[in-house]
């Protein structure tokens, strides 16, 4: 079974720049979730999907950030403009349900100069 | 709101020592807690579940609800056991919120 993929794997860009992450999850998962992880802290939830709806956005920077599941399958992520403090690796996982064991992708690790 | 607070930030135990690293919660129901891990150069994945109960790589964990605790043990470490372990939690519906702790990072001295 394959698991979740994600693209690029490093990016580095100026500030005020734009960029996007991929997310391609596993076949057959209902629910994906996007994280920040900051150097030194645990993945903070920034929006999480329960098939091409959106179940928590809470914590996503929307004034920044935004993210689309078409069709309920991949995902997109992006930040339009970028700021120093964006530097971090975002996660992608998914899960068959919300409250389920989530699979995580390998990352992409992003920093704003 | 929903929160997860893993105190120690850093652990350290020689081989074939107990190890517990531990993890609390707060949240005003019944959660889903887990125990992920991560192994140097791999992805984040899951090592146990609550509701499982099942004892992994030697690893258990025993919810609290009383304590609002949800530690990880395990009675004799071993040198793989090394790797950055994360507390997390759900809510237990399709809507589950999903909340991580900081992490611990278990070092297990030969």
């Known amino acids: 079974e394959a698991g979740v993929a994600q693209s690029p794997r490093y990016k580095i860009i100026e500030k005020r720049q734009s960029v996007a992450f991929w997310c391609n999850p596993i076949?057959?998962?209902?629910?994906l979730y996007w994280y920040q992880q900051i150097l030194g802290q645990g993945p903070k939830l920034l929006i999480q999907?329960?098939?091409?709806?959106?179940?928590?956005d809470s914590q996503l920077p929307k004034d920044r950030f935004s993210a689309e599941r078409l069709k309920g399958v991949d995902s997109t992520l992006k930040i339009q403009p970028a700021k120093l403090e964006d530097s971090a690796v975002y996660l992608c996982?998914?899960?068959?349900?919300?409250?389920?064991?989530?699979?995580f992708g390998p990352g992409t690790r992003l920093t704003v100069l | 709101a929903q929160r997860v607070t893993q105190p120690e930030k850093l652990l350290s135990v020689f081989k074939g020592a107990p190890v517990e690293l531990k993890c609390n919660y707060s949240?005003?129901?019944?959660?889903?807690l887990f125990w992920y891990v991560q192994y140097s150069r791999q992805r984040l994945q899951l090592l146990l579940r609550?509701?499982s109960r099942e004892s992994i790589k030697g690893f258990t964990a025993d919810l609290n609800k009383g304590e609002t605790s949800f530690h990880l043990k395990k009675p004799f470490a071993q040198e793989e056991d090394s790797a950055m372990y994360y507390c997390?939690?759900?809510?237990?519906?399709?809507?589950?919120?999903?909340?991580f702790g900081d992490g611990t990072t278990l070092t297990v001295k030969p």
């Open positions: 996982a998914s899960s068959l349900g919300g409250g389920d064991e989530q699979f």
């Open positions: 076949s057959g998962h209902a629910t």
């Open positions: 999907f329960q098939n091409n709806g959106v179940v928590d």
């Open positions: 949240y005003s129901g019944s959660p889903e």
């Open positions: 609550h509701i």
């Open positions: 997390a939690l759900s809510r237990p519906t399709n809507a589950g919120k999903s909340t």
